[in-house]
């Protein structure tokens, strides 16, 4: 199994930048994949980013490319999402998520942390 923890939240001005980690612990030799997914209040869970372990590619939601930015530290086993330009319809709660190579989907999941963008 693998556990991540995500940090980094927390309450911003619009335009303003905030930085989120996701920390990985366990069977992290099984992840092929990690991602950011987010829930807005009201809405359903929505996919912001992802990154593959190994070769680094990434991959974005429209509504953040060219805002936001994924990136990964093996060594340290984490994840990051570096958010710029932040508007308020970003606020939601945002998800770490660890796709094994096992799998096929997500399996993994951490608790969340809340992201609230002022206007």
């Known amino acids: 199994q693998v556990q991540v923890v995500e940090s980094g939240g927390g309450l911003v001005q619009a335009g303003g930048s905030l930085r989120l980690s996701c920390a990985a612990s366990g069977r992290t030799s099984s992840i092929y994949a990690m991602g950011w997914f987010r829930r807005a209040p009201g809405k359903e869970r929505e996919f912001v980013a992802r990154?593959?372990?190994?070769?680094?590619?990434?991959y974005y939601a429209d509504s953040v490319k060219g805002r936001f930015t994924i990136s990964r530290d093996n060594a340290k086993n984490t994840m990051y999402l570096q958010m710029n330009s932040l508007k308020p319809e970003d606020t939601a709660i945002y998800y770490c998520a660890v796709r094994s190579s096992a799998s096929m989907t997500y399996n993994y999941w951490g608790q969340g942390t809340q992201v609230t963008v002022s206007s």
């Open positions: 990154i593959t372990w190994t070769s680094g590619n990434t």
